[in-house]
């Protein structure tokens, strides 16, 4: 069997086909899979893909194209490299990573961006095939791999990617050069991106489509041409475009013929006033519009003119498509200047050629020079598109370029008529002719687009003897064709006669060259026109050349040519890089034939215009030398001089190209052998006259030419050296010797400021280093570099810093420093020197940072890495020593420095400019410091000190390194190599810190430094590796590894050397290494926390405990984890770990704690960061942040962060539109504040101000969301309080302000609607849900009308996730425990508080509404169940209800929505109980239903009639039989004797219940509509039937005695149960039930009817009725005086209620979805708002008495008060015991104070609650009587308020006192589908004895009534949970001073819930009652906390 054997060679290769891998250990591969093979067998592979190297597997050798490899670290950690072009190799890679990132475009919707880079992909791949085939030229490949390059940056850049440094198109590898290198390519490549450099040089393209006209029929002729407004000349040759009689192109095919580029523009060309003009010329008859004849002569003819700026092309990229407007001219004589006439828009003698004419051409600048655009667009000149050249030279003047073109512009002629009666019609005809008098062919051209033609005709100016065509011709003539060539001008009479013949009629001629060899000269030409009829007198040209041709070089004796009236005119401009015009140049070159002439032509060749010296370079320089040589001691200055000059033209920026032409001359053509001695001795002549000379500028010169005057000096030497075989070297070397020491004489002279030796020496120094490669042809290097040395050695040291020298220096320095010279290692230690001391010298004055930098670069750049032999090394060392330091401070003093602003008197540079290149070679010299070099370092810093400052400033230094400011941010490539740099550095400098400042030389400044440096370099983001791509990641770890980890060990390595040290950074350490330790890096996290554990032993030995260790981990931790930083793995490792290091320890207890409540705030934060990541703000967010301030109050005593959390809440809810909840969040701020002039800091974004300020903007913030909630109730109290304030300071503006805002929230609660919320409990259930909901219950208070669906939809919205519980009943822990998330959702019914506002008569609707609904602490579920045998007949036997009760934490509505569920109780409800309670609420609907139709509310009788006909008629439940049979029974009173009592008030309700339907009937029939006639009777026959079946006889008086508005009528007994308030003004009338009691004006008194004698727990009520109508009940008023009168209504004298049992709904509770539950009798417009409270009921009494303003005195009964009322019926009393004392129902001031004596005696009598008060009416015998509040005494007055209740409280007022309403049903709802009751509502306030007078009766809960307790044993009741159990022991918190209550107020037991009304604030008016003469006012009282935390 074969074995599998290591590959050699088949090492990489590429999948050609996907394999699937279904072998054993098959590795799956995709196509295009790079693999590296490892091992082979039989036709396999065994190997690894490389995008995943962790999975190995084998595949067949088939599938793998190999290709060529590198291997590096061969062997089993062997990495591969691919050998392909290192451009191919990047491509492959980026578009992996870009294909990635691609899809991620498509999924973020950033579609313009992912079709862009699709695009560019396709390109990339488009190109990549290109290289791969390896078919392109070199040329061809560079542009592409440029172009792949330029790809690849903008996708990177567009993609958020790393920038790529490359060189020559290749990635560079960072260990392979330099970092001063590698940065600046990055910097090069960062620039070239953000700023390209602008094009010094444009290009027009242009081309000619079509001209639309209307009167076209002819060919044209069309002329474009550039042209300068502003000096109103040409700028460019004509480009020349033919058009047919169509006005298209004659040669369409040939595009060629029809584009144009016009090349060599200048940036100054693109201005606004060039414009490109266009002539067109028609061929055809004279006149356009003549008819057709014989004659067919062709004339060339003026059309019109167009033009367009150059400047509105600028901004375009493309070609632009342009329709030309085309003027025709109308006067011909103005032809030549058409286009000048319409730039300056005199254009009104021009006619346009119709509306939709033009000439469309298109036009496009390109910018670049013409190489650049030949490569880009190649296909222009491949098809030989037309070159329309510029008239003269370009701004740059290339050697090698050849033109000969001489361009003549016909300008005008003056003829004679010639014996003709018009003028003529002259045509010119040109030709060019040679000696020979033969036509040159193809000479004359028209304009650039056509061929050269053997003549040019002009056009023709109908009858004009003085044309002006301003037509230009170009004669592009071979240079030896100059020479006796002439140019013709004929002229011809076009004749219009039939014939059409043309003329002759003269001729001019002109010379091309002259005689002395000067061609023609520039400028305009006055020719004279010479007489000539017959075209056989041009023949010989012989003949006429004899002539004078112009009439400027006429002999003064021709008078008769001169007075000649006949001229032509012409200019000519000659563009030749071989002719000249200049006659002093042609002098020079013909020297040897007249040397008479040498020293005047010398003298002007530097008069000579520079273009004509360039172009006879060669020739000049060969004259030059040729007279050196021949006369040197006569011409040798001159010579000298002439030379300079020519050097120096050359450094104009025009002839800077020639530059390499004189190179070349001096290699190949100079071969002046002894010219060197002349042009040493000239130059030290000059040197050593600088010092003493006046004028320098001519030595300046000299200076400046040096660079080729040694060339030139060099090259004679080694030409001579050549010829003679090295004569008179040392002659030679002494004379340069000679030379060196003039110019050290001349350098080492002390300039001053504007001396003239100083710029003799900028401008020596300028060139002085372009010396050294001329030095090095025949010098040794180590000479040379002698020679610099000494030269630059010599100059001045003492120079100032603002002279100009000084950067001149540094300027020499760096180009010395770049130069070959220093480049060799043997020049470079003798200069080394020289360098540095220039060097330091300028950083230590912070001077010239750019150059020092550019130095620093050059010299580092020459340093590579892996040279670590022994000259680099000591290079390295001598730098060290001399710039380290200087370094160091100079990266300090640029990074602190400010940005300076404008002023040019400085030139230090900016801070961006230089402190990378700095930085670069800072690190570049750390990267080459070995060990050997770190030591000799540290050893050279003997003192402590210099060591403490060089560690504090090096590590101050790396720590600016790291910022991420310091690089741009996709420089990953720099940062790496940076941290690598700095990492490497640590290592090797902490055991300088271990050594040197530890034990007694400790020193906290350097240690911490080094932490502070540590930490911060971890937490960098380009360390973190886990936020790149796998491929990226990878690279970074094969070449440097994490960097985090090796850090962190050597924290770790140094904290433990520190011993009792650690101490000093505890805390201060505490934070970072927190910070260091939530990086999630494992290894990282394992070394990190255990110092955590270390510190808090430390601490512990210090001082006992752990306090600043928690405190600065809870601090941290919460500005850590919001940024993102931890894990939930982090928090099970923190765990852990810990907590396996204090195992042992003997703090362990406390240590455990402190783990648990950090661990627990890493719970939480994790939560609120995984919450605050969603959009949108739901429950999640708000009950997270909850969690977390409870935590931070309760648990951890932040109160800095408790506040944090309070206004972020404060911004989730206004953000929901939450502003009641957000109103209570704020609160919880204001309640920590008083109302004091404490100064308060700045904080969040509250200014420096006072507590008081801050206060009351508090307070006003507080009551606006109270007032957008509609929660007024709550804003009233605030208002109120800061009118106090106002008050106190007597700021009345503003007191009157919080007044009427105070009256507005009283409007808006009366005139207002506000709905009632629904609220449903939520069960989270599974270990999926966040820390804070998991296995909790919630109840949640509901949107305005959201209902149960909705809002179970909302819940799984907000979790996904989430599975819906279909059932009720609690979950096992096979829910609880699971990993998924359950959500039980039902609606619940609150449990109301404020029984006291609810039960009150006459209290509005819109009133009570509010305490339906708020301060809410309880809630309960009804569950109808049967229980026993079901009896199908009737139900009700056995149908029970379970009623669960749920307690919150928090009352709602509060500072969430929803709180969770503190505590659970569950009880049953009997069948008896359940029917009690369902005939109770039907009697309060049937009450409520029948006030509303007295008080004429509209809409209220239909519901009315729905609710009688569903009572009468009962055809659902069967009506009230079905409760008879159920219960009335012998067999039910037999088998349950113990609810006698209850049956028997069950018989008293179904009575009741008949007695309300009949008066409901009788009130039905007058309001009732005619249509429902039919139905009102059926209901009457069928309530006889119901009465006649409950054995009701005696009541039937006929229904139509029945008089509602009689005065002395009264409604039935069981019909009065509250007032009801009439609309018109009526008065309220109530029943009595006794009338033996009296009031001394004639009113009675009667006591209310007993309580129930059935526990107040035990209620149930059916889920068949509604609730919701008991919003609006009211009772019907009425008297019945016996059983016999129950329906003759009488009016009472006095108020009283029927029964306070009966003073407010029930709750009604259903288990059915809430949106079944609404009540038929009211619309949804009738709820009320789900707004919320401002005060807890908890924290305050629940009634309270207050006086109303007094009235005329009433005498009181001496059985005024007595004992209060049990909750519920004694069972032992019979009814007349029960009904025994009588109640008052009128009270005044003075009968109060008559019955504060009575007190004690009465106390503890009464056995009935007092009556309800009623208030009176006018005309009423009670108008004058005090009504009492329906509630028992409040408990632990004083004896004063115990006894006399003062006044009568308004809807709004505090309530003092610790009371509960004694009705059954106080616990009652009015939104929820089943009523009952509940045993918690009860309130036990018997059996209490008031104090003695004068003395405050204690504090004493309810729970402590000894009677109470036996009645609630007996029952098997539980105790009542009442407000002040609230408000004891279970959340007790301290009160605020501005919430306190004031010592006088102590008696009043807790602040009342809403503050007493103004007036009751004022004293009262004294009595003469001495024992209130020591009564205090009673208090303003105040709110108290919201929220206990």
């Not at 890679?93 to 862009?116: C, I, P």
């Not at 900028?762 to 001329?774: D, I, K």
């Not at 540095?836 to 300028?842: D, E, M, P, T, V």
């Not at 789900?1730 to 207050?1746: G, M």
């Amino acid at each position: 069997m074969n074995m599998w054997m290591p590959t050699e060679l088949e090492k990489y290769g590429v999948a050609l086909a996907s394999f699937r891998g279904t072998v054993p250990h098959g590795l799956p591969l995709e196509i295009g899979d790079t693999v590296q093979i490892l091992e082979r067998c039989e036709g396999w592979y065994r190997g690894f893909v490389l995008k995943n190297p962790n999975v190995k597997g084998i595949f067949p050798a088939c599938y793998i194209h190999l290709k060529n490899a590198h291997i590096k670290n061969k062997g089993q950690f062997e990495t591969v490299i691919p050998t392909e072009d290192s451009v191919i190799t990047e491509m492959t890679s980026t578009l992996r990573e870009w294909g990635a990132m691609w899809k991620q475009l498509y999924v973020k919707n950033e579609g313009d961006l992912f079709h862009r880079l699709w695009h560019v992909m396709n390109e990339v791949l488009d190109l990549r095939r290109q290289v791969l085939v390896g078919h392109l030229t070199q040329d061809r490949m560079r542009d592409v791999k440029q172009h792949i390059t330029a790809r690849l940056d903008w996708g990177n850049e567009q993609l958020g990617l790393d920038l790529v440094p490359r060189k020559e198109f290749a990635m560079v590898d960072p260990d392979e050069i330099s970092v001063t290198e590698l940065y600046s390519l990055m910097e090069h490549r960062h620039r070239k991106k953000d700023a390209p450099a602008p094009a010094s040089t444009h290009h027009l393209f242009a081309q000619v489509k079509s001209l639309m006209s209307s009167n076209l029929g002819e060919d044209l002729d069309v002329f474009f041409t550039i042209y300068d407004g502003r000096e109103n000349r040409p700028l460019s040759e004509r480009f020349f475009v033919r058009l047919n009689k169509q006005g298209v192109p004659k040669s369409p095919e040939k595009t060629e013929k029809q584009c144009t580029l016009f090349v060599d523009l200048g940036s100054s060309d693109l201005r606004k006033d060039v414009y490109i003009v266009v002539h067109i010329i028609r061929i055809g008859r004279m006149g356009a519009g003549e008819k057709k004849n014989a004659n067919s002569t062709q004339y060339r003819r003026p059309f019109g003119c167009a033009l367009v700026s150059v400047a509105d092309l600028l901004t375009a990229d493309h070609k632009d498509d342009h329709l030309l407007k085309v003027y025709t001219c109308n006067t011909e004589s103005e032809w030549y200047q058409i286009h000048e006439n319409i730039i300056r828009k005199v254009n009104s003698r021009y006619n346009l050629s119709g509306s939709n004419a033009g000439l469309a051409v298109s036009l496009q600048l390109l910018h670049g020079d013409i190489e650049q655009i030949r490569r880009e667009y190649m296909a222009l000149f491949t098809r030989g598109i037309a070159i329309t050249k510029k008239l003269g030279f370009s701004d740059i003047i290339m050697p090698g370029e050849m033109r000969n073109d001489l361009y003549v512009t016909l300008e005008r002629g003056e003829f004679e008529k010639g014996g003709k009666s018009v003028a003529r019609n002259v045509e010119v005809t040109v030709c060019v002719l040679d000696a020979d008098g033969l036509v040159l062919k193809g000479s004359v051209w028209a304009g650039s687009g056509e061929s050269g033609a053997d003549e040019y005709h002009s056009i023709v100016l109908y009858h004009n003897n003085s044309p002006r065509w301003a037509e230009q011709i170009k004669l592009p003539l071979p240079v030896d064709k100059f020479r006796g060539s002439h140019m013709r001008f004929e002229f011809r009479h076009c004749s219009t006669k039939d014939k059409g013949e043309k003329k002759l009629f003269g001729f001019s001629f002109v010379p091309l060259m002259q005689e002395d060899g000067r061609t023609l000269p520039d400028g305009t030409h006055e020719l004279i026109v010479h007489k000539c009829e017959e075209n056989t007198s041009l023949q010989d040209c012989a003949r006429y050349l004899k002539l004078p041709f112009s009439k400027g070089n006429l002999p003064g004796n021709n008078q008769a040519a001169k007075g000649s009236k006949e001229s032509f005119w012409i200019t000519s401009f000659l563009c030749s890089t071989k002719l000249t015009q200049n006659g002093d140049m042609l002098d020079l070159l013909k020297w040897r034939a007249h040397p008479e002439k040498i020293s005047d032509s010398l003298s002007k060749l530097k008069e000579i215009d520079g273009s004509e010296i360039v172009k006879f370079l060669q020739d000049t320089l060969d004259t030059l030398f040729g007279i050196l040589d021949e006369s040197s001691q006569r011409y040798g200055l001159k010579v000298f001089d002439c030379l300079v000059h020519i050097i120096n033209l050359l450094q104009d920026s025009k002839f800077q190209h020639f530059k390499p032409v004189m190179d070349t001359y001096i290699e190949s053509h100079f071969a002046g052998a002894l010219s060197y001695r002349d042009l040493i001795k000239v130059l030290k002549w000059y040197v050593d006259r600088i010092v003493d000379a006046e004028h320098q500028d001519h030595i300046q010169q000299v200076l400046k030419a040096s660079e080729y005057i040694f060339k030139y000096i060099i090259q004679s030497r080694r030409l001579y050296a050549l010829a003679t075989g090295g004569q008179n070297e040392d002659e030679f070397r002494c004379c340069v010797r000679e030379l060196f020491m003039s110019l050290r004489f001349f350098l080492s002279q002390e300039s001053r400021v504007g001396s003239p030796i100083a710029q003799t020496q900028v401008v020596f120094l300028r060139t002085f280093p372009s010396v050294y490669s001329e030095l090095l042809k025949i010098f040794a290097v180590r000479e040379v570099a002698s020679f610099v040395r000494e030269t630059l050695g010599s100059l001045s040291a003492a120079a100032r810093a603002d002279c100009p020298l000084e950067p001149v220096k540094l300027q020499c320095i760096a180009r010395t420093v770049e130069s070959p010279l220093y480049t060799n290692p043997e020049s470079r230690c003798i200069l080394l020197p020289v360098v540095l001391h220039l060097l330091q010298a300028h950083l230590q004055e912070q001077r010239d940072l750019v150059m020092c930098s550019r130095i620093l670069s050059s010299m580092f750049s020459l340093i590579k890495k892996e040279e670590v032999g022994s000259p680099v090394s000591e290079e390295v060392d001598v730098i060290v020593r001399s710039l380290l330091g200087v370094l160091l401070r100079t990266i300090l003093e640029i990074t602190n420095r400010p940005q300076p602003t404008g002023n040019g008197n400085a030139p230090r540079l900016q801070f961006q400019d230089v402190t990378g290149e700095f930085v670069a070679c800072l690190l570049a010299l750390l990267r080459q410091m070995t060990e050997k070099h770190y030591q000799q370092l540290l050893d050279s810093l003997s003192n402590k000190e210099d060591l403490r400052d060089f560690l504090l400033q090096i590590f101050t230094v790396f720590r600016i390194l790291i910022r991420p400011e310091m690089f741009p941010k996709d420089w990953t490539v720099m940062r790496l190599v940076t941290n690598n740099v700095i990492i490497t550095t640590v290592l090797y400098l902490s055991d300088a810190l271990r050594k040197n400042f530890l034990n007694e030389k400790f020193d906290y400044k350097v240690w911490d430094s080094y932490f502070y440096l540590s930490v911060i370099f971890i937490n960098q983001p380009c360390l973190q590796l886990e936020m790149f791509s796998p491929s990226k990641r990878k690279k970074i770890l094969e070449k440097y590894g994490d960097m985090r980890v090796m850090m962190g060990c050597e924290i770790f390595s140094m904290w433990q050397n520190l011993g009792e040290h650690k101490l000093n950074f505890i805390p201060a350490m505490i934070g970072p290494f927190l910070e260091v330790t939530l990086v999630p890096q494992p290894d990282l996290r394992n070394v990190m926390i255990p110092i955590f554990h270390d510190m808090m032993d430390w601490e512990h030995r210090r001082s006992g405990n752990f306090k600043q260790v928690e405190a600065k981990l809870i601090d941290k931790l919460d500005s850590l984890m919001s940024e993102g930083k931890g894990d939930e793995t982090y928090r099970e490792l923190f765990n852990s770990i810990l907590l396996k290091k204090i195992e042992r320890e003997t703090w362990r207890e406390s240590g455990v704690s402190l783990i648990a409540t950090v661990t627990r705030l890493m719970e939480r934060l994790l939560d609120y960061r995984d919450c605050m990541k969603a959009v949108e703000v739901d429950g999640k967010k708000i009950g997270c942040t909850v969690s977390l301030l409870n935590f931070y109050k309760t648990e951890l005593n932040k109160e800095e962060m408790y506040i944090r959390y309070i206004h972020k809440l404060y911004d989730l809810h206004l953000k929901a539109q939450n502003y009641t909840e957000a109103a209570y969040t704020l609160l919880l701020y204001d309640e920590l504040l008083e109302w004091s002039d404490r100064p308060l800091r700045e904080f969040l974004n509250y200014p420096m101000q006072t507590e008081w300020q801050r206060k009351e903007y508090l307070h006003l913030t507080i009551v606006q969301n109270f007032d957008r909630g509609k929660c007024w109730e709550n804003g009233i109290i605030l208002c109120r309080e800061l009118a106090d304030q106002y008050e106190a300071y007597y700021d009345y503006r503003n007191l009157s302000k919080m007044r009427m805002m105070e009256a507005s929230l009283y409007d808006k609660i009366m005139d207002q609607q506000r709905l009632e919320p629904e609220f449903f409990r939520v069960g989270f259930y599974g270990k999926k849900f966040p820390f804070f909901l998991r296995n909790k219950e919630f109840v949640c208070r509901g949107h305005d009308y959201e209902r149960l669906e909705a809002f179970q939809q909302r819940m799984l919205n907000e979790f996904p996730h989430a599975i819906a519980m279909q059932h009720v009943n609690l979950p096992d822990d096979t829910i609880t425990q699971a990993e998924a998330q359950y959500l039980q959702i039902y609606a619940v019914t609150p449990i109301p508080e404020a029984q006291d506002v609810l039960q009150r008569d006459g209290v509005p609707d819109s009133i009570k509404s509010f305490y339906k609904v708020n301060h809410i602490w309880r809630f309960r579920y009804d569950r109808p169940f049967h229980k026993g045998t079901k009896d199908k007949e009737n139900e009700f036997k056995s149908l029970w209800v379970e009623r669960t009760t749920l307690t919150l934490v928090q009352s709602l509505p509060g500072i969430s929505r929803w709180f969770e569920v503190e505590k659970r109780e569950l009880m049953e409800v009997s069948p008896l109980e359940n029917a009690i309670e369902v005939l109770e609420n039907k009697n309060l609907q049937l009450r409520g239903l029948i006030a509303q139709c007295q008080a004429r509310h509209p809409h209220s009788v239909s519901p009315l009639t729905m609710c009688l006909n569903g009572v009468i008629d009962a055809a659902v439940n069967g009506g009230l039989a079905r409760y008879q049979e159920a219960f009335f029974g012998k067999d039910y009173a037999a088998s349950h004797p113990e609810d006698g009592e209850k049956i028997g008030r069950l018989r008293e309700l179904m009575f009741e219940q008949a007695h309300i339907l009949e008066y409901g009937l009788a009130l039905h029939e007058k309001v009732v509509p005619q249509d429902m006639r039919p139905l009102h009777k059926k209901l009457v026959d069928q309530f006889h039937l119901m009465k006649s079946s409950l054995g009701i006889q005696g009541f039937e008086p006929t229904l139509c005695s029945l008089s509602l508005h009689h005065p002395t009528q009264e409604l039935p007994a069981y019909v009065h149960a509250s007032p009801v308030p009439f609309t018109n003004g009526s008065p309220r009338i109530c029943r009595n039930s006794l009338s033996n009691v009296i009031s001394p004006d004639g009113g009675r008194i009667v006591a209310r009817r007993s309580p129930l004698s059935y526990p107040a727990g035990n209620r149930y009520s059916s889920s068949s009725l509604s609730s919701q109508a008991s919003n609006e009940v009211s009772n019907i008023t009425g008297q019945s005086e016996s059983s016999d009168e129950v329906f003759n209504m009488q009016p009472s004298p006095s108020t009283s209620s029927l029964s306070s049992n009966h003073s407010a709904s029930p709750n009604v509770t259903s288990s059915a979805p809430s949106s079944a539950r609404g009540s038929p009798l009211l619309s949804d417009k009738h709820k009320h708002s789900r707004e919320n409270s401002c005060l807890s009921p908890r924290d305050r009494p629940c009634s309270a008495i207050y006086p109303n303003p007094p009235e005329p005195p009433q005498r009181i009964l001496p059985h005024l008060m007595g004992e209060s009322s049990l909750p519920r019926s004694e069972p032992n009393l019979s009814a007349p015991d029960r009904v025994a004392n009588p109640t008052l129902g009128g009270w005044s001031v003075d009968t109060a104070k008559e019955a504060s004596a009575q007190c004690s005696d009465t106390a503890g009598t009464l056995v009935s609650p007092p009556v309800p008060p009623r208030p009176s009416y006018a005309g009423s015998p009670a108008r004058n009587l005090r009504s009492l509040s329906p509630v028992p005494i409040p408990i632990a007055r004083s004896p004063q308020k115990n006894c006399v209740p003062p006044l009568t409280p308004s809807p709004t007022e505090c309530q003092p006192g610790g009371l509960v309403s004694n009705s059954p049903a106080l616990s009652g709802s009015y939104s929820s589908g089943i009523s009952s009751l509940s045993r918690c509502s009860v309130s036990d306030a018997s059996g209490l004895e008031a104090p003695p007078a004068g003395e405050p009766a204690p504090l004493t809960s309810s729970v402590s009534s000894g009677s109470d307790e036996l009645l609630r044993r007996e029952n098997k009741t539980p105790p009542p949970y009442s407000v002040y159990e609230r408000t004891n022991a279970r959340r007790p918190v301290p009160l605020p001073h501005s919430l306190s209550i004031p010592p006088s107020a102590a008696p009043l037991s807790l602040p009342p819930a809403l503050p007493p009304k103004p007036h009751q604030l004022r004293p009262a008016k004294l009595d003469s009652d001495p024992r209130r003469a020591d009564h205090v006012p009673r208090p303003r009282p105040l709110p108290r906390k919201v929220s206990q935390l």
